[in-house]
C-alpha cells in the first residue's frame, strides 16, 4: 500500500520556521516528481512546491518564493520543505504529493495522483 506521510507540522508565530518532512513507503519515488501542497479554510487547495526526480529541479508558488525550499534524500525516501518567514497566509494544512511524471519538464500543471493526509500548520501570534 502506498502511503505518504507528512510531520513536522505545528504552531509557530510570524516570521518563524518549520521543517515538513513526507516519508514515502509501499514503492519507490525516487524516480517521481513530488511536491507539497496547501489548503486554507475556506480557501482552494493549491501548488506551494515541487521538485524533480533527482532534485535538480524545483519550481516554486509566487507567494513563498524565496522563503521556502523544497528538497529530496531518495535513500531516505523522503521530501522535505523547510518554511521560513512564515506569515499569517501560510497558516493551511499542507499535503505530500507525487506524481507519475519525473518532473523533467515541468512541474507545475502535471498531475500528482498520490496524497498525504496532511499535516496542519497555524502561524499565530
Known amino acids: 500500500q502506498v502511503q505518504l506521510v507528512e510531520s513536522g507540522g505545528g504552531l509557530v508565530q510570524p516570521g518563524g520556521s518549520l521543517r515538513l518532512s513526507c516519508v514515502a513507503s509501499?514503492?519507490?519515488?525516487?524516480?517521481?516528481?513530488m511536491g507539497w501542497f496547501r489548503q486554507a479554510p475556506g480557501k482552494e487547495r493549491e501548488f506551494v512546491a515541487a521538485?524533480?526526480?533527482?532534485?535538480?529541479?524545483?519550481e516554486y508558488a509566487d507567494a513563498v518564493k524565496g522563503r521556502f525550499t523544497i528538497s529530496r534524500d531518495n535513500a531516505k525516501s523522503t521530501v522535505f520543505l523547510q518554511m521560513n518567514n512564515l506569515k499569517f497566509d501560510d497558516a493551511a494544512v499542507y499535503y505530500c504529493v507525487a506524481s507519475p511524471s519525473t518532473g523533467t519538464l515541468r512541474l507545475k500543471g502535471i498531475p500528482y495522483d498520490y496524497w498525504g493526509r496532511g499535516t496542519q500548520v497555524t502561524v499565530s501570534s
Open positions: 509501499g514503492r519507490t519515488f525516487s524516480s517521481n516528481a
Open positions: 521538485i524533480n526526480w533527482s532534485g535538480g529541479r524545483t
